[in-house]
């Protein structure tokens, strides 16, 4: 409720102010320098405007000659602390070998009871996707068939993008996988 009351108030502000005032609009000539839109005006009592120069209230830099490199002071390390770093590094890389599974995707490829459909698809997908993991599962009566361990979403519809053709009904799975090493 505060909000829309906040939205409202900055709305009929804005309206009081778009009546009253007037715009101005600013170009630049290409020499750094702004045309005479960029002035600004104020309003006589009889509804005329006249120009007033701002110039002198804009910050003016003073120009760099062309070619000329602005020296850089050179800065050098106060705090060494190279053997601290390398120690949590090594630390962090010792944990990491660890960790042998993540949150990522498989292709549920075949869900059904013939075994011989199953190896069949399996090796079908295998020439298509060599560099892809199978996971044949059988939980009778059902064997269950997933492809590939991908990180992301993306990675997993491109490799389902290439047997799509071959397995229609296949689609990705949210699942624990291995971490490739």
Known sequence: MTARLFAFLCLGAMMSCAATGSTSSSTNNGNGTASANARGSEKKGDGTATLVDTKKYRPSFPAVPSGASVP?????????????????????????????YAAGYRILAYTG??????????????????????????KQPTYVL??????????AQSALNKIKDLLPNARLVPETINIPK
């Not at 090594?90 to 042998?100: C, G, L, W």
């Not at 011989?116 to 599962?137: C, F, G, H, V």
């Not at 997933?146 to 990675?155: A, L, Q, S």
């Open 72 to 100: 850089m002071a050179s800065v050098a390390p106060t705090h060494h602390v190279g053997p601290q770093v390398a120690m949590l590094m090594d630390s962090v890389v010792q944990i990491n070998r660890n960790i042998k």
């Open 146 to 155: 997933k492809i590939g361990d991908f990180f992301t979403r993306v990675e």
């Open 113 to 138: 009871i013939e075994r011989k459909t199953a190896m069949d698809l399996r090796s079908n997908i295998i020439q298509r996707l060599p560099e892809e993991k199978d996971y044949l599962t059988y």
